[in-house]
């Protein structure tokens, strides 16, 4: 199949053909042709796996075909960089057309995007904070919507936004389509769905799709060894571009502090940032100035970056699911990825979880002594007894098998011992 099966608005077709799309995903191809049917949509689905075409697509050919200086469509993001990606590739698909979009999030000014709404747009792109605030100002009318889009439903259920959806939707028209895309369907984004949805049509792609190009290593050890490791990690020169997880923004931070004084090209990206230190920090990390981004689970959501080649769990996730959708941004366009996660004794039980998702489990590795440096007093779980010097090995636990995990290294006690000299991986020189 290609896109030419969806019978699209020629000027979106040429769009598509201009943005150097090819064959539609999974989820496109299923989301789509119930999308143009005008069935209200529940899509599950992990980043990176085209979510944004398979539902801007098709609406913005339904909304080409008239014109109107009220907003026809409304989609609803829980942070300010998805709402910004959104409205990014909005923007290149409605080139050339009469249809116009906006951004509106906080951290910015309110008048100007009032100002701008004035002006007339068909879509707006919106973190429910920011739009109940303009409502609240009568500066929007939505009585004209023809279409409501929840991207990433159950991290707006996460950060407390659900209540805020419901509000925004009363002041919608009864009679709209409504599409639902998330990772994952927690009970309370199923009450939101039987609320607001008529007869959907479920879409679904296994996550299992998303994890084949990915290679899933796990590194157990405790808390003061995970810096150590990581540098060591980050010397290797297969990892041209690492996303870093840690599981606050204090601690992203302090870490991404830690590295750029190791000579690492190094940034974060935390709630603490401005909206401007947040966009220098995200497009820095695209444009390569940055090879290695820390970040919170929140502070990333929306972050779309192709050639990813290395994700660390410097702090394990929550769930299995977070993992997913953690993971899945590297290995993706039919490249491979790298996935590596730093596991303390705390984390053994999503560990064994994770494990029986994965089809291939995770490759279980040891850490060489010389790898890891005295431990800071400062870092929790100072008190921790080092782990014994061994050789670095790698096990599959679902075999026995044993094999060297570095090729050809000197089994030599005195050799073993001596410290890489390779510069990091985007070090300054």
Request: with cysteine.
């Amino acid at each position: 199949m290609n896109f030419s099966n969806f019978s699209l608005h020629h000027r979106i077709a040429a769009a598509i053909q201009r943005c150097g799309f090819t064959q539609p995903t999974p989820i496109q191809e299923q989301a789509i042709p119930a999308i143009l049917a005008g069935r209200d949509v529940i899509g599950l689905a992990q980043t990176g796996t085209g979510k944004t075409a398979a539902y801007m697509l098709p609406l913005l050919h339904q909304l080409i075909r008239a014109k109107s200086r009220q907003p026809r469509a409304l989609v609803l993001a829980p942070t300010r960089e998805l709402a910004e990606q959104i409205n990014t590739f909005t923007k290149d698909i409605i080139q050339g057309t009469h249809l116009r979009s906006i951004a509106i999030y906080g951290g910015v000014s309110k008048q100007a995007q009032i100002d701008r709404i004035r002006q007339g747009v068909d879509i707006v792109v919106a973190c429910p904070g920011r739009m109940l605030d303009i409502l609240g100002d009568r500066a929007i009318n939505l009585n004209q919507v023809e279409c409501l889009v929840l991207d990433e439903a159950d991290h707006m259920f996460d950060q407390g936004f659900l209540p805020d959806v419901r509000r925004i939707a009363q002041n919608l028209p009864k009679k709209k389509q409504t599409l639902i895309f998330s990772a994952t369907m927690p009970a309370e984004i199923n009450i939101l769905v039987e609320d607001i949805l008529n007869d959907p049509v479920r879409v679904q792609i296994s996550p299992n799709r998303s994890v084949d190009a990915i290679s899933h290593r796990l590194y157990r050890l405790v808390q003061t060894q995970k810096t150590p490791l990581l540098m060591h990690l980050l010397r290797d020169e297969t990892v041209r571009s690492a996303l870093v997880f840690t599981r606050t923004k204090h601690k992203a931070k302090k870490l991404a502090a830690k590295l750029t004084a190791s000579g690492f090209s190094a940034t974060s990206l935390q709630g603490n940032l401005s909206q401007n230190m947040r966009k220098q920090a995200v497009d820095g990390f695209k444009s390569g100035r940055f090879n290695v981004l820390v970040a919170t689970d929140i502070a990333a959501r929306g972050i779309d970056i192709a050639g990813i080649s290395h994700v660390f769990n410097y702090d394990m996730p929550d769930t299995t699911e977070a993992y997913i959708h953690r993971t899945g941004r590297t290995g993706r366009a039919a490249l491979a990825g790298e996935a590596l996660s730093f596991a303390t004794s705390d984390d053994l039980y999503l560990v064994k979880r994770i494990e029986r998702f994965l089809p291939k489990g995770l490759q279980h590795c040891k850490i060489e002594e010389y790898i890891l440096e005295a431990p800071s007093q400062t870092e929790a779980d100072a008190a921790a007894p080092p782990m014994p010097a061994r050789a670095a090995q790698s096990y599959s636990p679902r075999n026995g098998s044993n094999r060297s995990s570095r090729p050809g290294q000197a089994s030599d006690s005195r050799r073993s011992r001596k410290r890489s000299t390779a510069r990091p991986a985007g070090a300054k020189r």
